[in-house]
């Protein structure tokens, strides 16, 4: 999917500590993904407005992020307010970060630039327990192939999400298109981590990565799910 029309997958929230950001890339678009020290998640175009450098490779003070290259600091609605080298300018309007609608949800950060999709919701489900994010060499429809070999274990409930059941338990698994050839699954259990926390982590970590070496094969899938 794409964020033009709809909410992506970025992130696992666990994995994004407050006072932090990462790069992320959905469809060729570079984005950064950053956490203000209160703890709210921020999802903009990976680029600052100055000299285009990456402002996921930048440091987070407070609820403002910098550019890595001269300092620039922007707020979090995506204005510079500071820059290092004028400490008295009135910083213009006009510099500004483009930002996009983001939003947490069953343990992952979301973003889009529809504001009229609907972020993805999985009914009853109060609590949920991270796995890993993985990024995979192979398209969308390579990984829909193989997850679809499981047959009525594994169910899509939206465009971007499915429920893959397993042992007993339900694995989110939430997809973001990287390019033609690159799709990176979030995954986590649905359910407390008071009962999934440890070795079941371990587990479906595993089997991620299991997963990935599968898709990643240069044995046709179709031939070992025909």
Same mark, same amino acid.
């Given at each position: 999917?794409?964020?033009? %029309?709809?909410? $992506? *997958?970025?992130? &696992? /929230?666990?994995?994004?500590?407050?006072?932090?950001? =990462?790069?992320?890339?959905?469809?060729?678009?570079?984005?950064?993904?950053?956490?203000?020290?209160?703890?709210?998640?921020?999802?903009?175009?990976?680029?600052?407005?100055?000299?285009?450098?990456?402002?996921?490779?930048?440091?987070?003070?407070?609820?403002?992020?910098?550019?890595?290259?001269?300092?620039?600091?922007?707020?979090?609605?995506?204005?510079?307010?500071?820059?290092?080298?004028?400490?008295?300018?009135?910083?213009?309007? %006009?510099?500004? $970060? *483009?930002?996009? &609608? /983001?939003?947490?949800?069953?343990?992952?950060?979301? =973003?889009?630039?529809?504001?009229?999709?609907?972020?993805?919701?999985?009914?009853?489900?109060?609590?949920?327990?991270?796995?890993?994010?993985?990024?995979?060499?192979?398209?969308?429809?390579?990984?829909?192939?193989?997850?679809?070999?499981?047959?009525?274990?594994?169910?899509?409930?939206?465009?971007?999400?499915?429920?893959?059941?397993?042992?007993?338990?339900?694995?989110?698994?939430?997809?973001?298109?990287?390019?033609?050839?690159? %799709?990176?699954?979030?995954?986590?259990? &649905?359910?407390?981590?008071?009962?999934?926390?440890?070795?079941?982590?371990?587990?479906?970590?595993?089997?991620?990565?299991?997963?990935?070496?599968?898709?990643?094969?240069?044995?046709?899938?179709?031939?070992?799910?025909?």
């Amino acid at each position: 999917m794409r964020m033009e %029309t709809g909410w $992506v *997958p970025v992130a &696992l /929230s666990s994995t994004l500590e407050p006072g932090t950001s =990462t790069g992320a890339i959905v469809v060729g678009r570079e984005i950064v993904v950053w956490r203000d020290s209160s703890g709210a998640a921020h999802v903009w175009e990976d680029r600052c407005p100055h000299r285009g450098m990456r402002m996921s490779f930048g440091f987070v003070r407070g609820d403002h992020i910098a550019c890595l290259y001269h300092g620039w600091q922007y707020d979090a609605a995506g204005q510079c307010r500071y820059i290092p080298a004028h400490p008295d300018l009135e910083v213009p309007k %006009t510099i500004k $970060v *483009p930002t996009y &609608l /983001s939003e947490e949800r069953h343990g992952i950060v979301w =973003t889009t630039l529809s504001s009229e999709a609907t972020c993805p919701e999985i009914p009853g489900v109060a609590e949920v327990t991270p796995v890993r994010s993985i990024y995979i060499n192979a398209s969308l429809e390579r990984v829909f192939l193989v997850l679809e070999h499981y047959g009525a274990e594994f169910s899509m409930t939206g465009r971007s999400t499915g429920i893959l059941f397993t042992g007993g338990d339900r694995l989110l698994i939430a997809f973001q298109v990287v390019s033609a050839e690159k %799709t990176a699954l979030h995954i986590v259990i &649905l359910g407390a981590p008071s009962d999934n926390a440890g070795p079941k982590q371990k587990q479906y970590a595993q089997w991620a990565q299991a997963l990935r070496l599968r898709l990643e094969s240069p044995v046709p899938v179709e031939a070992e799910v025909a």
